[in-house]
């Protein structure tokens, strides 16, 4: 990789998830994986592994693929466990010279598949320490059966099992801390990012995710204009706004040093992030005041810790 | 009365609170998401509890802790969500605890597809999970019996203190109909079995670990001799122009409904065919193969699989009659296809 990072000869290089996917129109996930798969040495061949979700169900429709590299799924709980075979049995044909060229291992995967059900599947390959990375396309909810809340919704946000009425405001707790609980898995790498602005964060991200020995993990924030409810269009507006509230701060661990990759300008106050949002709507009515106002500090809690460890 | 039209998924669930299911622990699958819904909007305002988990095994476990304190709870799900239910579904069935588990099923097997499918069959009748253990299993065929068949299969279990499963094809789940709503379920059972706190009593114990060879013996033979009383007691199916058929059709579920026509159809060809629809999947009704396989000169299972209920049939008739087979998957067989079936088996037989 050349040292300084110019997007638009990254755009030019040759697409490995190629257009034609069924992805909605609008959806991050399909932002994310471009770009993480742009960050490849073009002369260097990936696996692709998926756990079950929108993006397998959208770029996968055997016999068709939107991926140039090779795919493989299995199931909704074990895609990172699906990665470590495929890695440690490309390991022994390597020892035994019967494949040549560079290899890299990527499993990508949503949050209801790292979250919750993938956990137990992904701590294991992160302990393990099988060279790959693991993507989390970080949704909030599982969207591929109808936006249900997952353990990274965050809190008040409605889903169709977190719904809002008389009794229920919505999910009541706040999103599980991932990104924190993988770094405590003493991996070398560990990035939180989202597809932001000319991209480069994403892609420095994902080209020390891929490129570090040993196993590696990136969580990606990734906006769904039908989960959260959202004009379409608004993708890169509504990713800007969680990272300029600091509702998703931009940080990488590399071997257990924390650094801040990003500090908004102006921090702006958590209701721009909320606002635009259908699924936050029911915090904007009289009365609800104080949901912005525990939004608002669970983020400047979490904001004050990052800046704490990583020292900035 | 007054009929309501609601989806199929949305009357089991809707059936489920009007048996006083106060306990719901789920995860969203593809075609049977709607009933986690219903219920994570319906529970909380009826003082019950719906609880998503984060895997299937853990709601399945939910569902071991939940019905061990005598609460009426479920879990719903669709074939790959129940064979990772599996392990759960042994234990509670040994620790003889009742619920429902429904399995809205889809094409398997692997990931498969979301189209309807009766494949799950085998994992339904014969246990599913490990050890010698049995799960009733009954199979609705459309809106109104989602509502009926839950009210019913809460009562199953339990009267009998055991797992019930109901298992419906995905369209039965996802198609709409008008149904009568029925009345709140006032009569419930007495569960001294119960882990309520045993202030004043002796502890209750629910235990699945059987160390000593004796025990373990003796808690097989218990079950076992509980699963022949239901086998003689719960038996059900329906029977459709049975009697001076020559051709009997099996189906079961929405699929029933489906041969129904075609057994009509089939009649004004000339073909004298009848409908035997089993209601309890396990225990399988074989009673009511008993005189067919007399009067009958041949018999077809029709199913949305590639032929699993055809081997109870087999046992069943024992012989005595041939029975033959017509199954599709990832399509369900239409009135037409199955007319044909019966014109073509009446043309090569003879009848």
């Known amino acids: 990789m050349s040292t300084v990072y110019?997007?638009?000869?990254?755009?030019?290089?040759?697409?490995?998830?190629?257009?034609?996917?069924?992805?909605?129109?609008g959806c991050?996930?399909?932002?994310?994986?471009?770009?993480?798969?742009?960050?490849l040495n073009n002369e260097d061949r990936?696996?692709?592994v998926n756990a079950t979700s929108c993006l397998e169900v959208s770029t996968f429709m055997y016999p068709y693929t939107a991926y140039m590299d090779s795919f493989i799924h299995s199931a909704f709980e074990n895609s990172a466990a699906t990665c470590s075979g495929v890695e440690a049995a490309y390991n022994a044909l390597q020892r035994r010279g019967k494949v040549d060229g560079t290899v890299k291992f990527i499993t990508f995967a949503g949050d209801g598949g790292t979250y919750d059900i993938g956990f137990q599947s992904l701590s294991g390959a992160m302990e393990r320490g099988h060279d790959m990375v693991y993507v989390c396309y970080d949704n909030e909810a599982y969207m591929n059966t109808g936006i249900q809340r997952s353990s990274s919704t965050p809190r008040f946000a409605r889903t169709t099992t977190s719904p809002v009425?008389?009794?229920?405001?919505?999910?009541?707790?706040?999103?599980?801390?991932?990104?924190?609980?993988?770094?405590?898995?003493?991996?070398?790498?560990?990035?939180?990012?989202?597809?932001?602005?000319?991209?480069?964060?994403?892609?420095?991200?994902?080209?020390?995710?891929?490129?570090?020995?040993?196993?590696?993990?990136?969580?990606?924030?990734?906006?769904?204009?039908?989960?959260?409810?959202?004009?379409?269009?608004?993708?890169?507006?509504?990713t800007k706004l969680a990272v300029d509230t600091c509702v998703w701060p931009l940080f990488e661990v590399e071997e257990g040093v924390w650094h801040l990759s990003y500090t908004p300008k102006k921090k702006l106050p958590v209701e721009e992030f909320l606002r635009p949002q259908g699924r936050f709507r029911h915090m904007f009515q009289p009365g609800n005041e104080w949901m912005i106002a525990e939004a608002q500090a669970y983020v400047d809690q979490k904001w004050e810790r990052l800046l704490e460890r990583t020292g900035a | 009365m007054e009929k309501v039209l609601m989806k199929g998924n949305e009357a089991l669930a809707e059936g489920a609170l009007i048996a006083g299911c106060r306990g719901f622990f789920g995860y969203p699958i593809t075609p049977s998401s709607e009933i986690a819904e219903y219920m994570a909007r319906k529970l909380p305002g009826l003082g019950g509890v719906f609880v998503q988990a984060e895997s299937e095994l853990a709601a399945i476990n939910m569902v071991y802790g939940g019905s061990s304190t005598g609460?009426?709870?479920?879990?719903?799900?669709?074939?790959?969500?129940?064979?990772?239910?599996?392990?759960?579904?042994?234990?509670?069935?040994?620790?003889?605890?009742?619920?429902?588990?429904?399995?809205?099923?889809?094409?398997?097997?692997?990931?498969?597809?979301?189209?309807?499918?009766?494949?799950?069959?085998?994992?339904?009748?014969?246990?599913?999970?490990?050890?010698?253990?049995?799960?009733?299993?009954?199979?609705?065929?459309?809106?109104?019996?989602?509502?009926?068949?839950?009210?019913?299969?809460?009562?199953?279990a339990d009267r009998y203190r055991t797992p019930v499963m109901i298992m419906a094809e995905g369209t039965l789940g996802n198609i709409m109909e008008p149904i009568i709503v029925r009345d709140p379920v006032e009569k419930f059972y007495d569960k001294p079995w119960a882990i309520t706190g045993c202030k004043g009593r002796k502890p209750n114990i629910v235990n699945t670990l059987h160390l000593a060879s004796d025990f373990l013996e003796e808690r097989n033979r218990i079950l076992q001799a509980k699963y022949k009383l239901i086998e003689q007691n719960e038996k059900r199916a329906e029977t459709f122009l049975t009697d001076d058929a020559d051709v009997i059709v099996v189906a079961f579920?929405?699929?029933?409904?489906?041969?129904?026509?075609a057994v009509m159809e089939a009649r004004k060809n000339g073909v004298k065919a009848g409908l035997i629809r089993p209601i309890t999947l396990w225990p399988f009704p074989d009673e009511h193969f008993k005189k067919v396989a007399e009067t009958a000169r041949m018999v077809l299972s029709v199913e949305i699989s590639m032929g699993q209920m055809v081997e109870d049939i087999r046992l069943s008739v024992n012989g005595r009659v041939p029975v033959e087979f017509y199954g599709r998957i990832g399509f369900t067989p239409n009135p037409e296809e199955i007319t044909q079936q019966l014109l073509l088996l009446a043309e090569r037989e003879g009848f």
Not at chain 2, 78 to 90: M, T, Y
Not at chain 2, 110 to 133: C, E, K, V, W
Not at chain 2, 253 to 261: D, E, N, T, Y
Request: with cysteine; glycine share 12%; proline share 6%.
């Open chain 2, 71 to 156: 609460t009426r709870v479920m879990t719903a799900s669709s074939g790959p969500g129940i064979s990772l239910k599996q392990e759960g579904i042994s234990f509670i069935a040994e620790a003889e605890l009742p619920c429902l588990i429904v399995n809205v099923s889809r094409g398997g097997p692997g990931l498969g597809g979301i189209q309807p499918s009766q494949a799950d069959y085998f994992q339904a009748t014969r246990g599913g999970g490990h050890g010698d253990y049995r799960v009733i299993v009954l199979a609705p065929s459309g809106t109104q019996e989602m509502m009926d068949y839950t009210i019913e299969a809460f009562d199953l």
């Open chain 1, 46 to 48: 990936a696996v692709v």
């Open chain 1, 165 to 238: 009425g008389s009794v229920g405001q919505g999910k009541k707790q706040n999103k599980k801390d991932l990104t924190e609980i993988l770094v405590a898995h003493n991996i070398p790498y560990v990035a939180q990012t989202a597809p932001l602005g000319n991209f480069k964060d994403l892609h420095s991200k994902s080209y020390k995710a891929i490129y570090t020995e040993g196993p590696c993990f990136l969580n990606i924030l990734s906006p769904c204009p039908r989960g959260w409810d959202y004009p379409m269009a608004k993708l890169a507006e509504i």
């Open chain 1, 6 to 25: 110019n997007l638009k000869r990254e755009v030019e290089k040759p697409a490995r998830l190629t257009g034609g996917h069924r992805l909605c129109a």
């Open chain 1, 28 to 39: 991050g996930a399909g932002v994310v994986v471009a770009g993480v798969l742009r960050a």
């Open chain 2, 253 to 261: 579920g929405l699929m029933a409904r489906i041969v129904k026509k």
